[in-house]
């Protein structure tokens, strides 16, 4: 009982002490679920504009290619009626009449005049033709084999009489059209019935490609209304289009745009592989007509868009023929990239959620802080009321100097002690990725192998490896495992330069390598000294001599190169950009910013750092001021005044010396001289303990 009632107060006491949170806690699960909630509601009115969208694309392909292909019939009709208001058409008045046509449309591969010529005819209707200049024209047909001979004996023939198409070929003249299988029924049909008759899918003669043959009949201008057997007699002839499948369904593509959509045509008139005509893949943005390619993808017929197969169907006529076309969609036609409003929502949403959940935990905390440092504030301010009103004056001359110190010193330790957590990781990383770039050479080379001694592997590891994507793995895997170890090595040289250039593990004075503290300085000011859109970068020159150790305190010593490297990227910079500080008064720099560090020993016991930048230098006034407590140029909110001040004292510590030399647009120079050895030892508590960053 004791055990739960303890439990009990445990519980209760750490809720009431947690209590501040509640609100940070709702607002981040209201926030989270009404983002999700609007991201899903989004998604899903995506979801049905795109099928509507879809839907209407399919309804614009099927308008637009069953008029493109009515088109193509169309002039069918207008030779049909050029020819019934004629009395006689020549060879060359067809010719006339079509060349223009097939000159502007590819889809017609060429079209025919076929005459009926009876049995008791065709001797006559041979000479005749011989007679225009076909002195070995006969009737023929063709073998399976696309041989030519001679026809056979038959109660009637329909040969091609006359012939127009882009590319002339005087062979066809002759070919007995009723002798061909696949397109007798068509033919038939069209006569006997006095009607537009088209046949099914053929194999076009000339190129192997997928056409369609349409019969037009064309009776005698005094033709009777019986169009039976006995009514053949009045046949005047027949026109017979011959079009290419894929060049007039490609005809009809060209004012849509199909990214990402499939669709498949069919004749319904035909039987079993003769059914299919064309396919369009959106991926290779090309026409398909290989009939083992048929079938369509069954997973986009269980999609959402297509749940129901006749949702996807058009039907339409060409001719006497019913085609079907089906449209579906293809790969990453409903991927993310659709969804990219929902997704944004979602992503908006959770962002203002976490942002607003951060700055109210952060009030929390700031006002639980406040609220004790006013009530220590307070105590304090009851018992020592009479010593702050006589200190009052020198806390205010001496206050900006503590703070800044206490900031720089804070700002150093962070740095110490996140260089030190970054680098244990970046080994970790560092050393694996050397036993991971050998297991993986390792592991290439047994691939290798593997293809050698196989190399015709199984369907199903072909397919494994085209869809990986070994050979590109192979090429890739290997710059990547060099990319990121020059990332870690990048990451320790940043380290390695944070490390250096705080030195707070270092509380005596130490004989160190001036140059690497340099060194560390502009690693650290590195994103400074970029080029960015408004500024063109800062070249660094460096001269080095050749220096000996020096007996310094390097964290402090690293602060003054940091305080006069700030101070000379900022005049470069606000020299680059002359609106920034000065408005229109000023004049831009014409020269490449530069900043040039000189070192040389100067006598034996005696190290100079020369600093000097290209800027617009500086006028007397200036320079007598320089190193005064809370003396800058800068603009309210730029700067303390204690950078080259704080700088000043840590030279002076080092029994050195810190000057200036300028000059109104000759630039500025700073000169540091610190001794090589300390003529007597100094304690750490009379030295400043600003290490870091500071601005003038």
């Known amino acids: 009982m004791n055990v739960a009632s303890n439990w009990f107060n445990s519980l209760t006491e750490s809720l009431l002490s947690h209590r501040r949170y509640i609100p940070a806690a709702l607002t981040l699960s209201i926030g989270t679920s009404l983002s999700l909630a609007a991201s899903a509601l989004v998604w899903h009115g995506e979801n049905q504009r795109l099928q509507a969208q879809f839907h209407q694309q399919a309804d614009r392909l099927n308008v637009t290619l069953h008029q493109s292909i009515n088109n193509n019939l169309e002039f069918l009709y207008s030779l049909q009626a050029f020819y019934s208001a004629s009395t006689e058409v020549s060879r060359q008045d067809f010719k006339q009449f079509v060349h223009p046509t097939l000159s502007r449309n590819s889809a017609i591969h060429s079209v025919n005049w076929i005459r009926r010529v009876p049995a008791a005819q065709k001797a ?29 004996v038959r109660s009637e023939y329909f040969p091609i009489a006359y012939r127009e198409a882009l590319e002339e070929d005087n062979k066809v003249i002759g070919f007995d059209v009723a002798s061909s299988p696949d397109r007798k029924a068509a033919l038939e049909k069209s006569v006997n019935t006095g009607k537009i008759a088209a046949s099914a899918r053929i194999t076009l003669v000339s190129n192997n490609q997928p056409g369609l043959q349409v019969f037009l009949p064309v009776p005698r201008r005094t033709t009777s209304l019986d169009n039976s057997v006995n009514g053949r007699e009045n046949l005047r002839g027949v026109i017979a289009g011959l079009f290419q499948i894929t060049n007039m369904v490609n005809f009809s593509l060209e004012s849509l745009n199909l990214d990402n959509i ?79 409003g ?65 900031k720089m010193s804070s700002l150093g330790q962070l740095v110490a002690g996140v260089a030190h957590e970054i680098n244990n990781p970046v080994n970790f ?30 369907p199903e590891v072909q397919a494994k490896l085209q869809d990986i994507e070994l050979e590109f793995i192979t090429e890739d895997l290997p710059k990547i495992l060099k990319s990121m170890n020059l990332g870690a090595e990048r990451i320790r040289q940043i380290v390695l330069s944070l490390r250096n250039f705080s030195r707070l593990d270092e509380s005596e004075m130490k004989s160190v390598d001036i140059h690497q503290g340099i060194d560390s300085t502009l690693m650290i000011l590195d994103n400074r000294l970029k080029p960015r859109a408004d500024f063109p970068g800062i070249q660094i020159l460096k001269e080095y001599g050749n220096l000996p150790l020096v007996e310094c305190w390097a964290g402090q010593l690293n602060q003054v190169f940091m305080n006069v490297l700030l101070n000379a990227i900022d005049v470069l910079y606000e020299a680059q950009n002359p609106q920034m ?41 200036v320079k007598k001021r320089l190193f005064e407590p809370f003396f800058t140029t800068k603009p309210v909110g730029k700067g303390t005044g204690l950078g080259l001040a704080i700088g000043y004292q840590i030279v002076d510590k080092h029994q050195g010396s810190l000057r200036c030399v300028s000059a109104p647009g000759e630039g500025t120079e700073f000169w540091i001289e610190v001794p090589v050895r300390q003529q007597s030892q100094q304690s750490v508590s009379k030295v400043l303990p600003a290490v870091g960053v500071s601005w003038n």
């Open 429 to 458: 990383i560092s050393g694996n990725l050397i036993h991971t770039g050998e297991y993986t050479r390792n592991l290439l080379e047994l691939v290798e192998i593997y293809q050698q001694q196989y190399p015709n592997p199984t």
């Open 124 to 152: 006559a209707y041979e000479a005749a033709i011989r007679a225009e200049g076909f002195p070995a024209f006969q009737i023929y047909e063709r073998t399976p084999d696309k041989k030519q001979v001679k026809a056979k």
């Open 342 to 406: 929902s997704l944004a929502i979602g992503a908006i949403g959770l962002l203002i959620t976490g942002s607003l959940t951060i700055y109210l935990l952060m009030s929390l905390e700031r006002t639980a802080k406040v609220e004790q440092q006013v009530y220590d504030r307070t105590i304090q301010l009851k018992e020592r009321t009479a010593e702050l009103e006589t200190a009052l004056k020198n806390l205010q001359e001496t206050q900006f100097q503590l703070i800044q110190t206490e």
């Open 581 to 621: 500080s000065c408005g229109k008064t000023c004049s831009k720099l014409a020269l490449l910013p530069r900043i040039r560090i000189r070192t040389e020993l100067k006598n034996s016991n005696c190290v100079c750092v020369r600093i000097s930048d290209n800027g617009t230098g500086m006028t007397e006034n």
């Open 262 to 340: 499939n669709f498949y045509l069919y004749d319904n008139s035909a039987t079993g592989k003769e059914r299919f005509l064309v396919r369009y893949d959106s991926q290779a943005k090309q026409l398909i007509d290989n009939p083992k390619l048929s079938k369509p993808e069954l997973t986009n017929l269980r999609g959402k868009i297509c749940q129901n197969p006749s949702a996807c169907t058009r039907l339409f006529n060409v001719a006497d023929r019913q085609w079907m076309l089906l449209v579906l969609p293809g790969k990453g036609y409903n991927g993310l990239r659709t969804h990219q």
